[in-house]
């Protein structure tokens, strides 16, 4: 779908301070600030001219409203044009623009804050989730809820996931059951968020990056006003006591049906609490479509082990994540899941998809490992260049 220069323009605002700090305002709130392929474009152009610029000396990302950060890629507009073409150009460039852009922010030379105030969920966890410092109010929403409309959980989700609790099993979790995580001590935990401060400092935090000396180490400043602002979470994480029910249902050797069974022994623990939050993740797997929690499961295995035996394996580096998902995601947007997916959840909302195939018992492995195939064009991957690692 093209959209008017005028209202990404609108939807994507930059600006730079005296000072060196420049801002990226996300402001399309009543789509939840969900992105779009031009606004993702014009992002990374902004990030693209600071980087070589002098006199920017960081970046600040936030949004003009309260309620949310970025709810994620605009997947209505994607799965309308796939409807009415099923070789619709705008799947690679959809997928393509954020995949180079997460690449890029991943990489950036510069310091990158970014305000996760609100809902900050798929695509918004991209721009955010790899960057070098993320804010976490009482307000963040965290989610990674993509199965649901049989996509994957994309964004280089697997990259941070393969780092949190349990090898990485935590991450699993919250991506295969789309899982919201709605506390700051559970976003840092998760290693989500680096710092926790209150919506209502806010304000006067961006004042003082706003009016910081950036210019001789802006890292070092950054840093230091953050840990000026931030507080300690009035609660303990409440996945940490769960780890171990976590670790043994969403261990990166499990299949997704030995997950299920591994839930359903859990969901009749003697542990209250083992069995609420068992009870609650077959719930989640329940809304995902099988063949999307059999590619997760496959995915986020891998690049678990790619990051425990990081020589010379491609998906231990961010860059190699992006590439492998980008096959991923111009395949499975392209399924009938997606679509149907899109319909059920955002559309008609009658939360009653129909996949294609209805079961876990009903997927082939062989169409899974398929879909992972590079594609017979070379041309057709993701474009991105290595970065050699120092």
């Keep these: 779908m093209a959209v008017a220069s005028s209202s990404v323009q609108e939807w994507v605002k930059s600006s730079v301070i005296a000072n060196g700090l420049a801002i990226v305002t996300l402001d399309r709130p009543k789509a939840l ?14 990030l693209d001219e600071w980087s070589g610029n002098n006199k920017v000396h960081a970046v600040l990302v936030e949004s003009s409203s309260a309620r949310a950060f970025s709810a994620g890629m605009d997947v209505k507009g994607v799965a309308a044009a796939v409807q009415e073409d099923l070789h619709t150009p705008l799947v690679p460039k959809a997928f393509g623009n954020e995949y180079k852009l997460i690449c890029a922010i991943a990489r950036y030379p510069k310091p990158y804050v970014v305000f996760m105030d609100g809902i900050t969920m798929g695509f918004g966890i991209g721009l955010s989730g790899h960057g070098r410092f993320r804010v976490v109010t009482e307000r963040t929403v965290l989610a990674m809820p993509e199965n649901g409309i049989g996509l994957f959980p994309d964004v280089g989700f697997a990259h941070i996931a393969a780092t949190t609790p349990g090898h990485g099993s935590v991450g699993t979790y919250m991506a295969m059951t789309g899982a919201k995580i709605t506390t700051p001590a559970d976003a840092l ?7 926790y401060i209150p919506s209502t400092k806010l304000e006067s935090l961006k004042l003082a990056l706003l009016h910081g000396d950036l210019s001789s180490n802006a890292f070092h400043a950054i840093e230091t006003l953050l840990d000026t602002y931030k507080v300690e979470p009035e609660t303990e994480p409440l996945l940490k006591p769960l780890l171990p029910a976590i670790t043994a249902c969403f261990g990166a050797n499990l299949s997704v049906a030995d997950t299920i069974e591994a839930l359903k022994q859990h969901q009749v623990s003697d542990d209250s609490a083992v069995a609420s939050w068992a009870k609650g993740a077959l719930a989640g797997l329940a809304k995902g479509a099988p063949f999307s929690l059999c590619i997760t499961k496959h995915h986020f295995a891998a690049v678990v082990a790619a990051r425990a035996n990081a020589d010379n394996d491609d998906l231990s580096q961010i860059e190699g994540v992006m590439r492998t998902e980008f096959r991923l995601g111009v395949r499975t947007s392209t399924r009938p899941d997606f679509i149907e997916g899109v319909r059920a959840v955002l559309i008609d909302k009658d939360q009653k998809p129909k996949w294609q195939p209805g079961s876990i018992e009903d997927i082939d492995t062989g169409d899974v490992k398929a879909v992972f195939a590079p594609f017979e064009t070379p041309a057709d991957e993701l474009m991105i260049p290595d970065t050699v690692v120092l």
């Design 33 to 46: 600030n969900a992105m779009n392929a031009d606004m993702t474009a014009l992002y990374k152009k902004f």
């Design 189 to 195: 935990y998760l290693g989500l968020g680096t710092h």
